[in-house]
């Protein structure tokens, strides 16, 4: 059984860092690219970044690139997400997303989402 | 980036009946590949997204078969032929035919 489990979440000032984990099992982590999507408190879906089996293809949504880098740990069955430079329109639940093949590019689909971390960005 | 549209943004519907929801991008979403990138999830409430339809059309493993999608190029329908009290929740159509993925803003479905 495919189980994605998000860590990391939790209260943080503007303009502090923060870095969530997904632990992913049931599943060869290293065959599949990974994604982040959040859900801002009663909005929608916004995707917000992927990488590529072997993290050699990485996409951002422009609302984080250069504040959030997205990383993987095939040893460790791992997702990450550091995000530095918080702002309080970054608040949301955070999902970790399998994508259905190795590179997150056209063709992309989530098959798999885990139940979110929360992440509120509050002074 | 490509605009997803989703109507209506909210339907109440009687146990039995049917519902339709539209989606339409800003861009075709016919990939040079052949394929179109159109997807369908529902969020039930309290839970995270799950996979309806792929493709535009092809139902993920374990969608009932009264869920069906149609639509090409830019336009695209989401149908329940007859509603059931599970299906409440949002439905989101997504694009990946290119970066960044996006979403429609979601059509609220819930039981008359």
């Known amino acids: 059984e495919v189980q994605l489990v998000e860590s990391g979440g939790g209260l943080v000032q503007p303009g502090r860092s923060l870095r969530l984990s997904c632990a992913a099992s049931?599943?060869?982590?290293?065959?599949?690219?990974m994604h982040w999507v959040r859900q801002a408190p009663g909005k929608g879906l916004e995707w917000v970044s992927g990488?590529?089996?072997?993290?050699?293809?990485?996409g951002y949504a422009d609302s984080v690139k250069g504040r959030f880098t997205i990383s993987r740990d095939n040893a460790k069955n791992s997702l990450y997400l550091q995000m530095n430079s918080l702002r309080a329109e970054d608040t949301a639940l955070y999902y970790c997303?399998?994508?259905?093949?190795?590179?997150?590019?056209?063709?992309?689909?989530?098959?798999?989402w885990g139940q979110g971390t929360l992440v509120t960005v509050s002074s | 980036d490509i605009v997803m549209t989703q109507t209506p943004l909210s339907l109440s519907v009687t146990p039995g009946q049917p519902a339709s929801i539209s989606c339409k991008s800003s861009?075709?979403?016919?990939?040079?590949?052949?394929?179109?990138?159109l997807y369908w999830y529902l969020q039930k409430p309290g839970q995270p997204p799950q996979l309806l339809i792929y493709?535009?059309?092809n139902r993920f493993s374990g969608v009932p078969d009264r869920f069906s999608g149609s639509g090409s190029g830019t336009d695209f329908t989401l149908k329940i032929s007859r509603v059931e009290a599970e299906d409440v929740g949002v439905y989101y159509c997504?694009?990946?035919?290119?970066?960044?993925?996006?979403f429609g803003p979601g059509t609220k479905v819930d039981i008359k």
């Open positions: 861009q075709s979403l016919l990939h040079s590949d052949g394929k179109t990138y």
């Open positions: 997504m694009q990946s035919i290119q970066l960044p993925l996006t």
């Open positions: 049931g599943f060869t982590f290293d065959d599949y690219a």
């Open positions: 493709e535009v059309s």
């Open positions: 990488i590529s089996w072997n993290s050699g293809s990485i």
């Open positions: 997303a399998k994508d259905h093949e190795g590179i997150a590019a056209a063709g992309t689909l989530f098959d798999y």
